[in-house]
């Protein structure tokens, strides 16, 4: 397993010092700390895999751990209960139900945990993740906790929809945006764990859009496997024609875990290759030629220098613009709910066939 060879930390294992990227919230969380100045409730909002979770373990295990001497056996011990979520003094509230929603009695439990005393620490952490996971009532037994908080304690939320949080709330916290790591930077630091070659690295982070967390899945052989499963079926599309859109549009969910959103993710980077090289080589690419490009990272799918080079030289520039136009535009409907997956994909593979003449 590729998390295995490189060692992978799941969130609640990291500190600030293992955490890629995000060096301004870094920054800002160590200086309030040291300064006895931190907010008592923040809120970090960004994409997923970005590392908010990671930051709100890394915080939670310095504000435990405040006044002890960094690395001492009893600043080990402490931030072990936090990892292994058996620290008294942190409790972290996320969904736990099949409807992906943070329970009632959870957090009754909050509510009465939130006013002990610290039993082990100077500080108690309340780390909730999302808050968009709590309903309306219980996103509202949250702010009078937010508006008068006991002494020590911090409430530590994270979002990944920072529009779907109540404005009540929000206002109530210091709001800490993780923006996604610079390419450089994400690249090499895949390089470095995932003892893999700058190719790879650089592809993972091309495709993860600086998402650490997504970049270390896309490391994996699977994630090449599935790219290539893709890039065979739209292939049998171009051949079959429009008989096969019930087949292909079945298998793209299949390779993509079901999901059409992630189906559209893949789709889009596979034919913003196609009409980069397009554009480029007026339609006639070589593998030499998509090799450099490569090089020069001006392709998402670095991996599959090959396969763009033939698949760009199936249709013109102008066809290409159109099908990532179709792609842009069917993103749209992903929001709707109840919306038959297979209908949808059916729908999209006939207006990506209109394209593509």
């Known amino acids: 397993m590729i998390e295995q060879q490189m060692g992978r930390l799941d969130a609640p294992q990291h500190t600030f010092e293992t955490i890629v990227g995000q060096d301004l919230v870094k920054r800002f969380l160590l200086g309030a700390c040291e300064h006895e100045c931190l907010p008592h409730a923040l809120l970090f909002t960004g994409p997923e895999g970005v590392g908010k979770r990671s930051l709100m373990y890394a915080l939670a295990k310095r504000l435990v751990t405040h006044g002890l001497e960094p690395g001492s056996e009893k600043a080990q011990r402490a931030c072990g209960k936090v990892e292994r979520g058996t620290h008294p003094d942190v409790l972290v509230v996320e ?24 039993l082990e620490s100077p500080n108690k952490v309340i780390l909730i993740a999302p808050i968009e996971a709590m309903n309306v009532v219980a996103a509202n037994n949250l702010l009078k906790l937010l508006e008068e908080p006991p002494p020590s304690l911090y409430i530590v939320l994270c979002t990944q929809q920072i529009n779907l949080v109540l404005t009540t709330i929000r206002s109530r916290c210091a709001l800490l945006r993780c923006p996604p790591v610079e390419f450089g930077v994400l690249s090499q630091w895949l390089s470095e764990i995932g003892r893999c070659s700058l190719r790879r690295s650089q592809t993972a982070a091309a495709l993860s859009g600086g998402r650490p967390g997504l970049a270390l899945d896309f490391l994996s052989g699977e994630n090449e496997e599935r790219r290539r499963r893709m890039v065979g079926e739209l292939e049998f599309f171009d051949r079959e024609g429009y008989p096969s859109i019930f087949r292909v549009g079945r298998n793209l969910l299949d390779t993509h875990d079901g999901s059409p959103a992630d189906a559209m993710t893949g789709l889009l980077t596979w034919f913003r290759d196609l009409l980069v090289v397009g554009l480029l080589t007026s339609g006639q690419a070589t593998e030499t030629q998509c090799e450099e490009m490569a090089r020069q ?61």
């Open 95 to 118: 969904p736990k139900s099949a409807s992906g929603q943070i329970l009632k009695g959870q957090v009754d439990e909050m509510q009465e945990r939130a006013y002990y005393a610290p």
């Open 297 to 357: 990272s001006l392709l998402v799918n670095r991996d599959l220098a090959a396969e763009v080079a033939e698949a760009s030289c199936r249709h013109s520039p102008q066809s290409l613009a159109r099908a990532v136009q179709v792609i842009l535009e069917q993103n749209d409907l992903l929001s709707r709910p109840f919306l038959d997956s297979d209908l949808l994909m059916e729908v999209f593979l006939t207006e990506l066939g209109i394209a593509l003449k």
